[in-house]
Structure formats: C-alpha cells, structure tokens
C-alpha cells in the first residue's frame, strides 16, 4: 500500500522553528485529503493543519499564525512549518492521507516534537 514516513522532529526550545516532512511513497495525489495531525500522552489525537479535498486549508486555532502546510507535488512530499513553537506544541505528530468519505485511511508512523521552555 502507498506509505507515509514523517521525518524533522526532534527537541527545540521556546520560540523555536521546526519543519515536518511527509514523504509519500507514491503520488500526493493518491488522497483526497491530507493532513497532519498530533497526539500528546493523555490526549485524543487532533487537527492540526490539513488539506481538504476541495483544496482549502484548515488549521486548529491553537496553530493558527504559526503553523503552515504546504505540498511539493515533485517530491510528493507534504509539509508542516512550524514557528514561534511553544511547550504545548509538545506532542507525536502523524501524518494522514485520506482515500475518500467512507474509505480507509492511511498513517505514518509519526514523529516526535518536543519544545523546552
């Protein structure tokens, strides 16, 4: 099946930039709908930033202003920019590819965030 492998997490203070890579083991164009999203331990998994299949951007209010998703068709690749990173931002993020309403979805396996104050 086509696979999704997060990478460019790591530990960064306060105030920090970090930029999440999606690689896509096929075409980007596979999903309907991408998107990125996170867990922290004790939470549900959230929104964080997503591309719908009308193409229009949706992000978490928490993020809004700082996180930016983008896509390099080329290197179907999906992108999170994420700036002025606050300890809150401390979580797994995963990236999701959407087939469609009522179809399966598929999962990276996530990367690690992790903001010091």
């Known amino acids: 099946q086509v696979q999704l492998v997060e990478s460019g997490g790591g530990l960064v203070q306060a105030g920090g930039s970090l930029r999440l890579s999606c690689a896509v083991s096929?075409?980007?164009?596979?999903?309907?709908?991408m998107g990125w999203y996170r867990q922290a331990p004790g939470n549900e998994r959230e929104l964080v930033a997503a591309f719908t299949s009308r193409g229009n951007t949706n992000y978490a209010d928490s993020v809004k202003g700082r996180f930016t998703i983008s896509r390099d068709n080329a290197k179907n690749t999906v992108y999170l920019q994420m700036n002025s990173l606050k300890p809150e931002d401390t979580a797994v993020y995963y990236c999701?590819?959407?087939?469609?309403?009522?179809?399966?979805?598929?999962w990276g396996q996530g990367t690690q965030v992790t903001v010091s104050s």
């Open positions: 999701k590819g959407d087939y469609g309403p009522g179809r399966s979805a598929t």
């Open positions: 096929g075409s980007i164009s596979s999903f309907n709908a």
